[in-house]
């Protein structure tokens, strides 16, 4: 058992808990508060007064999957060969050794949902890991298909109907490639349960199944206004489960992205305006989706920009009319959700996974960092001495 005591806690669902506790057994918690009594012989980690928050959560990565610095030969997010690879998935090519999960300990990151990239239309399924260091990727998976990635706009029509003078070469065609293999899946689906019959097995169309049957989402890649449009029309189309990655421009159609009810992984918010699609980037979807009550969390898109920085992205939203606490929800409590797992991540409550981070200044504050991050009760990081 081990028990972080004399913390500032911040839970995420709850307001904050002055000379709190949180008590781990068996890798959940199993109280939080300011009354929680230690059982003898628990060790004991004396948080100094500093915040304790639920470990974060980076809904949209590709850590493991592009290595910083080392170009094609190391880069394995996108398969370019066709504009439909749902087939594919993202387990398959991460490497659990890239430096990049020392850049989640070091932002407090304790879950990601690792997604293929964004060049083609139906891409392939995601996987969600814990970020603690291991030699088998397996030994870090929490969910192996975390929804299929799908995408619209600029990346799709550049990665094959500029490169290679295939479809799509229009936001038409990636629309309608996209509806053409969810159709196809519903009808293969249908047949597969009549018939059972292998020999007209498709790996492609296998994988959407969970998609047209709703029991995983759609993870849309979607920045311009009229490209989210599309994706929560296509989806009405299917009555998919979806949610919008990315989501640039979203402060232009917040009130129609609250009564969708979707989840927006919005972000980075600190990167370039590399391409058309990205003018205007920053923080202002987020402050609107906050206005105007829709669902939302942030995303550092590592390596885009790097996962250390989550918790500034956060900060940042104070600056632009956020409240401190829905700030941190964006990086806890509303990504957990985000990717399906808020009834066991991204707070500090009883029968949760124990995942916590104990840092040495306010989470917000882009000058704190952490000072040991638990996962599942185990400690996973320390901060050096300076």
């Given at each position: 058992?081990?028990?972080?005591?004399?913390?500032?806690?911040?839970?995420?669902?709850?307001?904050?808990?002055?000379d709190g506790?949180?008590?781990?057994?068996?890798?959940?918690?199993r109280?939080?508060?300011?009354g929680?009594?230690?059982?003898?012989?628990a060790?004991?980690?004396?948080?100094g007064?500093?915040?304790?928050t639920?470990?974060?959560?980076?809904?949209?990565?590709?850590?493991?999957?592009?290595?910083?610095?080392?170009?094609f030969g190391?880069?394995?997010?996108?398969?370019?060969?066709?504009?439909?690879t749902?087939?594919?998935?993202?387990?398959?090519?991460?490497?659990?050794?890239?430096?990049?999960?020392s850049?989640?300990?070091?932002?407090?990151?304790?879950?990601?949902?690792?997604?293929?990239?964004?060049?083609?239309?139906?891409?392939?399924?995601?996987v969600?890991?814990?970020?603690?260091?291991?030699?088998?990727?397996?030994?870090?998976?929490?969910?192996?298909n975390?929804?299929?990635?799908?995408a619209?706009?600029?990346?799709p029509?550049?990665?094959?109907?500029?490169?290679?003078?295939?479809?799509?070469?229009?936001?038409m065609?990636?629309?309608?490639?996209?509806?053409e293999?969810?159709?196809?899946?519903a009808?293969?689906?249908?047949?597969?349960?009549?018939?059972?019959?292998?020999?007209?097995?498709?790996?492609?169309?296998?994988?959407?199944?969970?998609?047209?049957?709703?029991?995983?989402?759609?993870?849309?890649?979607?920045?311009?206004?009229?490209?989210?449009?599309?994706?929560?029309?296509?989806?009405?189309?299917?009555?998919?489960?979806?949610?919008?990655?990315?989501?640039?421009?979203?402060?232009?159609?917040?009130?129609?992205?609250?009564?969708?009810?979707?989840?927006?992984?919005?972000?980075?918010?600190?990167?370039?305006?590399?391409?058309?699609?990205?003018?205007?980037v920053?923080y202002d979807?987020?402050?609107?989706?906050?206005?105007?009550?829709?669902?939302?969390?942030?995303?550092?898109?590592?390596?885009?920009v790097?996962?250390?920085?989550?918790?500034?992205?956060?900060?940042?939203?104070?600056?632009?009319?956020?409240?401190?606490?829905?700030?941190?929800?964006?990086v806890?409590?509303?990504?957990?959700?985000?990717?399906?797992?808020?009834?066991?991540?991204?707070?500090?409550?009883?029968g949760?996974?124990?995942?916590?981070?104990?840092?040495?200044?306010?989470?917000?504050?882009g000058?704190?960092r952490?000072?040991?991050?638990?996962?599942?009760?185990e400690?996973?990081?320390?901060?050096?001495?300076?």
């Open positions: 058992m081990l028990a972080v005591t004399n913390a500032e806690v911040h839970p995420a669902a709850e307001a904050v808990i002055r506790t949180v008590l781990i057994e068996d890798g959940e918690i109280a939080v508060g300011s929680v009594q230690v059982p003898p012989g060790e004991v980690i004396d948080a007064g500093c915040p304790v639920p470990g974060l959560v980076e809904p949209h990565a590709h850590v493991g999957m592009i290595s910083a610095g080392f170009g190391d880069s394995d997010v996108n398969e370019t060969t066709d504009p439909v749902s087939h594919v998935r993202a387990i398959d090519g991460l490497n659990p050794q890239d430096e990049g999960f850049d989640f300990a070091l932002g407090g990151i304790t879950t990601a949902l690792v997604l293929p990239g964004s060049a083609n239309v139906l891409g392939g399924t995601g969600i890991i814990k970020t603690r260091r291991a030699k088998v990727v397996d030994d870090l998976v929490l969910r192996e975390g929804g299929m990635k799908a619209l706009g600029e990346n029509k550049n990665a094959h109907g500029k490169q290679n003078e295939r479809a799509p070469k229009t936001r065609g990636s629309a309608a490639i996209m509806r293999w969810l159709r196809r899946a009808e293969y689906a249908d047949n597969r349960a009549d018939d059972g019959d292998d020999a007209k097995y498709d790996a492609r169309l296998e994988a959407l199944i969970p998609v047209v049957r709703g029991r995983i989402p759609l993870r849309i890649h979607a920045h311009r206004a009229d490209d989210i449009v599309t994706a929560t029309r296509i989806a009405g189309e299917f009555d998919l489960d979806y949610t919008i990655e990315h989501t640039t421009q979203g402060k232009k159609i917040a009130g129609l992205l609250a009564r969708e009810g979707v989840s927006c992984a919005v972000g980075p918010c600190m990167s370039s305006e590399s391409k058309v699609e990205l003018e205007g920053g979807t987020p402050a609107a989706l906050e206005g105007a009550g829709a669902r939302y969390c942030l995303t550092t898109d590592h390596p885009v790097r996962g250390l920085y989550l918790h500034m992205l956060a900060g940042v939203l104070s600056a632009h009319g956020v409240p401190a606490d829905a700030a941190l929800r964006s806890t409590l509303s990504a957990a959700e985000h990717i399906g797992l808020g009834d066991r991540l991204g707070s500090l409550e009883a949760k996974d124990a995942d916590v981070v104990i840092w040495n200044g306010d989470p917000l504050d000058r704190s952490p000072e040991a991050v638990i996962i599942e009760g400690v996973t990081y320390e901060a050096p001495d300076l």
